[in-house]
């Protein structure tokens, strides 16, 4: 008894046959066809053959797993550089660290589909980050001659700033507060009486 499953009509093969084409063209090697479908390397070949399939030779595979390396590799560019541009990097600062000229990060950024700054946004980002480090170095100025015993009415004069701005200053920068002197307090010259 013959228990082997009967071969498949005509249609069914040219049908297999057209989506054994369109994996094979799409990067798929011969073995790697036989091996997912169970067929013999011969049978794929043939079937390939039957639906007009352009060969490819070894040389033209192993240049097209390349190319695919290399789009997957620029993908993968194209995804940091976004992350670290949209973080505040300027385009010429990333060409300089990735050693592509800023026309080609340009590109690679569209392709990632960043939204580039016009120079007006990149100058004003640029300005808020000065503003920030400049906030910050006077905060650490601030708290430096405090610490060493300057009053906040003499620091605030110095810079320029109100009493409130230099107390705000020195509390964020976690500044130890000098206690404040309490009228009566000990230590404290009192009025003579008239």
Same mark, same amino acid.
């Given at each position: 008894m013959n228990t082997t499953s009967p071969p498949p009509n005509a =249609?069914?093969?040219?049908?297999? %046959? !057209? &989506?054994? #084409?369109?994996?094979?063209?799409?990067?798929?090697t011969v073995d790697e066809l036989a091996q997912s479908t169970g067929l013999s390397h011969g049978t794929i070949v043939n079937r390939l053959h039957a639906a007009g399939t352009a060969m490819r030779t070894p040389h033209e595979t192993r240049q097209?797993?390349?190319? =695919?390396?290399? +789009? +997957? $590799?620029?993908?993968?560019? $194209?995804?940091? *550089?976004?992350?670290?541009? =949209?973080?505040? %990097?300027?385009?010429?600062?990333?060409?300089?660290?990735?050693?592509?000229?800023?026309?080609?990060?340009? #590109? *690679? !950024?569209? &392709?990632?589909?960043?939204? !580039?700054?016009?120079?007006?946004?990149? #100058?004003? !980002?640029? $300005?808020? =980050?000065n503003q920030v480090a400049g906030r910050q170095q006077l905060?650490?100025?601030?708290?430096?001659?405090? &610490? %060493?015993?300057e009053s906040v009415p003499a620091l605030a004069t110095d810079c320029g700033c109100s009493l409130s701005t230099v107390?705000?200053?020195?509390?964020?920068?976690?500044? %130890?507060? #000098?206690?404040?002197?309490?009228?009566g307090a000990p230590g404290r010259r009192t009025a003579r009486p008239p």
């Open positions: =249609e069914a093969r040219h049908q297999h %046959a !057209l &989506e054994l #084409r369109t994996r094979y063209d799409t990067g798929a097209l797993r390349a190319d =695919e390396d290399h +789009v +997957v $590799a620029r993908r993968r560019l $194209a995804a940091s *550089l976004r992350v670290r541009y =949209e973080s505040g %990097a300027t385009v010429d600062t990333l060409a300089a660290d990735c050693g592509r000229s800023a026309r080609t990060v340009r #590109r *690679l !950024l569209i &392709e990632a589909g960043t939204t !580039l700054r016009t120079p007006h946004q990149t #100058r004003q !980002l640029h $300005a808020d =980050e905060m650490t100025t601030l708290r430096t001659r405090y &610490e %060493a015993g107390y705000r200053l020195l509390h964020k920068a976690g500044t %130890a507060m #000098r206690p404040q002197h309490q009228p």
